[in-house]
């Protein structure tokens, strides 16, 4: 079985369900978001995060996932992805990269945002500036009829195109995904590459964007707790994802709380939503 006959392809009903776990998800990350300040732990963000999630009704998806032991993933300034939330007071200035996922009725949701703690650098508030509207101007770059590699290629031009933008690392060995019911399926959504490689986009694919940046190198070190991903240099990372679906209409973000509509108008992108 090849690569295009395992791309799980979603009926509209399908991507109604994916929404309602997109919209839980959207909604736990924004509750987070307000969360963060000194002296919070990222372990109390994780028990929040739970308690969100399950009081709308879904399941975390990550809490378990291969073993890993949390509801979410808290990447604390040089740790990138797949941060275990710790005991350790968030301090003013630190940035925290939030990922987190849910189920509702066997289908996923997964999204990621970066949020400084208090007042942080210059640098590290562009950081966050560039690495989510990279995200974004990938979304925009898929359209019916595209290829895969269209959305790691509008990422990399974007971050490339920015003041200082030769000198950010954008991770190679982590990418977005496909995602429906399981919350990794193929294909894979490099963050970097040429265009027009790859499967087609078509009706009722569903996939996650989910750029990678960092103030340094390109490279990555997981710790000995066997998931913690941290740049191999120390410098800062941020991390931004959503997971949307391509309609007959237009894009549909999922797990945006608005769909996307606002950003994809502003990019000037047909918004695929029912909502």
Known sequence: MGLLDRIQIKTPAQI???????????????VLRDAVRPGVTPQQLDALAEETIRAKGATPNFLGYQGFPATICASVNEAVVHGIPSGVPLAEGDIISIDCGAIVEGWHGDAAITVPVGETSAQARE???????????GIAAARLGGRVSDIGHAVETYVRSQPGGAAYGILEDYFGHGIGTEMHQPPNVLNFGK???GPKLQRGIALCCEPMVTLGTKEAVELDD????????GSWAAHFEHA????????????ALDGG???LQELGVPYGGTD
């Open 127 to 137: 950081l966050i500036r560039v690495t989510e509207e990279s995200m974004w101007r």
């Open 195 to 197: 265009p027009g490689k």
């Open 261 to 263: 509509r606002a950003k």
């Open 226 to 233: 066997g998931w913690t991903a941290v740049t191999a240099d």
């Open 244 to 255: 949307f679906a391509l309609t007959a209409d237009g894009v549909w973000v999922l797990t």
């Open 16 to 30: 109604d369900l994916m929404r309602r776990a997109g919209l839980v998800v959207g909604e736990t990350l924004e």
